[in-house]
């Protein structure tokens, strides 16, 4: 404990040999005083708890960081990585003995990251003395280590002491969520579909919590310190790295403070009460969304979501119900994001493509964050929470554009649940139908007004039917349906916007081709396969050579789908065929020729007689 002491002096009296020594070795003073300060606490801290807790306060000041206009120089940044690491291992071996000197020590160490991330914001310009010239700024090395120093502390006083943390979580989630922290080569855009189990929750919930007014339900409910938290630490996540995206600049961040971002915001998602967590994530969401939508802004709303989910991974089956209306208030904020994006970008849709890649990432994250809540609930709370959805979505006055920047969304929730309810999820699909009809047809969505939405809306449309379709084993692809879809399905093979050969070629063979043989399967009916293989048979006589080979590629894949039950219909399709094989477009002769194979291999004879 003496020891302890004596290294803390040494922290301390290295300030007072300005005059006897240069800044360069009063500054490696410090550092060797704080190194062997680390040392002892690692041996003897939980022995000696109060003598290594007397020279707290001479600590703290080696976190101490100059202000501005004074330069952060390497100096600066290696003694306070220094101090950040002796801190974190007394946290560590001290646990709630530190709880008396916990508020001057976290205001510290808060003080100090945040000066860590905003040596960032000089690097982009945001910063500069009070003269407003620009600060030198550190080296790239030594950021790094200041920064991984500062998330790698602020982990271990969330894992030691997470009931204390309530007032600090705007903070914390303000560094942990810092827009130079999304790794693009990461996973967390597609932790969501990690929803396991096939079906809803089993235990029954009273009506009365899906009220908006019921616990759980206010999210700006003030936090208070809660002391029942989970244990344990994660695991880091997030490795690699290259440039992350900052307000309209790029700034290299290193792998190691990515990887440290990513285990301090598993850390606060997986140990902070949820109750707790939840509303700091939603205000802090809140207030960047409505100072305006960025790169940056995107790619912070990405973390904030990512630590909401791990939060919600720890909420039980018998809670969830608890915080539904409250999580799926959030989600709704950050599904708007694409409309509020298109709201700013007046129509620029060059403006929206340099976000799109950040705004795909947030909605699947909040779309597989969603099947994370719903797969912990019943039928019964579901389903009137997937009827505000769907109204959310199809009934916004502000326009084609606000009603298509939703739909987006939608579909790509409703793709992602039904991969993962499977046939539970089917009969939903009635309250979609009209809505699907209409984003194919184009005859009430107005697509066209958006070019920069259109494609991914009849995608994901697309996708989302073919999911359907295929989950069907309650007979929901009744005669009406099937005829309400397949004229919209059909003209598909028609639309051509934008497109080129390869990527119409790509888009038939991938999508629309599977999702009609899909349909063809669910319906098993050689009524209604007749009516598509007109409907096909139409499209071979198109003036595009293109549309004549998607049609060929449908008929194809219901061929494979339905094999010898659709060579019944051979018939009427063989005039056609022989039409195509002397069609005066080669790729056209190609694909039926191929036609022709699969044709064959089921019928077992040669077609060439019949032709």
Same mark, same amino acid.
């Given at each position: 404990g003496g020891g302890g002491g004596g290294a803390l002096g040494g922290v301390a009296d290295a300030d007072d040999a300005e005059g006897r020594v240069s800044a360069v070795d009063r500054a490696t003073t410090r550092q060797e005083a704080t190194i062997a300060l680390t040392a002892l606490v690692a041996h003897f801290g939980s022995l000696y708890p109060d003598e290594f807790l007397t020279g707290l306060h001479a600590l703290?000041?080696?976190?101490?960081?100059?202000?501005?206009?004074?330069?952060?120089?390497?100096?600066?940044?290696?003694?306070?990585?220094?101090?950040? !690491? +002796?801190?974190? &291992? $007394?946290?560590?071996?001290?646990?709630? @003995?530190?709880?008396?000197?916990? #508020?001057?020590?976290? *205001?510290?160490?808060?003080?100090?990251?945040?000066?860590?991330?905003?040596?960032?914001?000089?690097?982009?310009?945001?910063?500069?003395?009070?003269?407003?010239?620009?600060?030198?700024?550190?080296?790239a090395a030594d950021r790094a280590v200041l920064q991984a120093a500062s998330l790698?502390?602020?982990s271990v006083v969330v894992r030691e002491l997470a009931g204390f943390v309530s007032a600090d979580l705007p903070?914390?989630?303000?560094? !942990? +969520?810092?827009? &130079? $922290?999304?790794?693009?080569?990461?996973? @967390?855009?597609?932790?969501?579909? #990690?929803?396991?189990? *096939?079906?809803?929750?089993?235990?029954?919930?009273?009506?009365?919590?899906?009220?908006?007014?019921?616990?759980?339900?206010?999210?700006?409910e003030d936090s208070a310190d809660d002391d029942d938290n989970g244990d344990g630490e994660g695991e880091s996540e997030g490795e690699g790295a290259t440039q992350r995206s900052g307000s309209g600049s790029s700034v290299a961040v290193a792998?190691?403070?990515?990887?440290?971002?990513?285990?301090?915001?598993?850390?606060?998602?997986?140990?902070?009460?949820?109750?707790?967590?939840?509303p700091a994530v939603y205000k802090r969401s809140a207030e960047l969304v409505a100072a305006g939508l960025s790169n940056a802004t995107a790619g912070s709303l990405v973390l904030l979501l990512d630590a909401a989910s791990r939060g919600l991974e720890q909420v039980s089956t018998k809670e969830a119900p608890t915080h539904h209306v409250a999580v799926f208030k959030y989600l709704l904020l950050l599904l708007d994001v694409r409309r509020l994006a298109c709201v700013q970008a007046e129509g620029d849709a060059a403006s929206l493509a340099s976000m799109s890649a950040k705004l795909n990432r947030l909605e699947s994250l909040a779309a597989s964050t969603f099947v994370q809540l719903?797969?912990?609930?019943?039928?019964?709370?579901?389903?009137?929470?997937?009827?505000?959805?769907?109204?959310?979505?199809?009934?916004?006055?502000?326009?084609?554009?606000?009603?298509?920047?939703r739909l987006v969304p939608l579909f790509r929730v409703v793709s992602l649940l039904a991969d993962n309810l499977k046939s539970l999820f089917v009969p939903y699909f009635s309250l979609l139908l009209k809505t699907c009809c209409d984003v194919l047809s184009d005859s009430a969505t107005r697509l066209a007004d958006t070019p920069y939405l259109a494609p991914m809306a009849m995608?994901?449309?697309?996708?989302?039917?073919?999911?359907?379709?295929?989950?069907?084993?309650?007979?929901?692809?009744?005669?009406p349906r099937f005829?309400?879809?397949?004229?919209?399905?059909?003209?598909?093979?028609?639309?051509?916007?934008?497109?080129?050969?390869?990527?119409?070629?790509?888009?038939?063979?991938?999508?629309?081709?599977?999702?009609?043989?899909?349909?063809?399967?669910?319906?098993?009916?050689?009524?209604?396969?007749?009516?598509?293989?007109?409907?096909?048979?139409?499209?071979?006589?198109?003036?595009?050579?293109?549309?004549?080979?998607?049609?060929?590629?449908?008929l194809e894949h219901c061929y494979h789908r339905l094999g010898d039950e659709f060579v019944n219909l051979l018939p009427e399709t063989i005039p056609t065929i022989a039409e195509l094989l002397e069609d005066e477009q080669v790729e056209v002769e190609r694909q039926c020729q191929q036609l022709v194979k699969v044709i064959e291999s089921h019928l077992g004879e040669s077609l060439q007689k019949y032709l």
């Open positions: 703290r000041t080696t976190l101490a960081l100059p202000a501005s206009p004074s330069p952060l120089v390497a100096e600066h940044a290696n003694v306070a990585a220094t101090g950040l !690491a +002796c801190l974190g &291992t $007394l946290c560590a071996n001290l646990g709630l @003995s530190l709880v008396p000197h916990f #508020r001057p020590t976290m *205001d510290a160490l808060l003080a100090c990251a945040e000066g860590a991330f905003a040596t960032l914001n000089q690097e982009e310009g945001k910063g500069g003395g009070d003269d407003g010239a620009m600060l030198p700024v550190l080296p790698r502390t602020l903070s914390i989630l303000a560094i !942990a +969520c810092h827009p &130079t $922290l999304v790794d693009e080569s990461d996973g @967390s855009s597609e932790r969501g579909e #990690r929803g396991d189990g *096939d079906g809803f929750a089993d235990t029954d919930v009273d009506e009365e919590q899906g009220d908006e007014t019921g616990d759980g339900g206010d999210l700006e792998p190691e403070v990515v990887q440290q971002g990513c285990q301090l915001r598993q850390s606060v998602g997986e140990l902070v009460a949820f109750r707790l967590l939840l719903v797969l912990k609930l019943s039928d019964g709370t579901f389903r009137p929470l997937f009827l505000k959805l769907v109204d959310w979505a199809t009934t916004t006055a502000d326009g084609s554009v606000a009603l298509c920047a995608a994901l449309t697309i996708d989302s039917l073919t999911k359907c379709f295929a989950n069907d084993d309650v007979g929901f692809v009744t005669r005829e309400a879809l397949l004229k919209p399905l059909s003209a598909q093979l028609e639309r051509r916007e934008g497109e080129g050969a390869p990527l119409y070629r790509r888009r038939i063979d991938t999508s629309l081709a599977p999702c009609l043989a899909q349909l063809a399967v669910a319906v098993s009916s050689e009524a209604l396969w007749k009516l598509l293989n007109q409907e096909m048979i139409i499209h071979t006589r198109d003036s595009d050579a293109s549309v004549r080979i998607g049609a060929l590629v449908v």
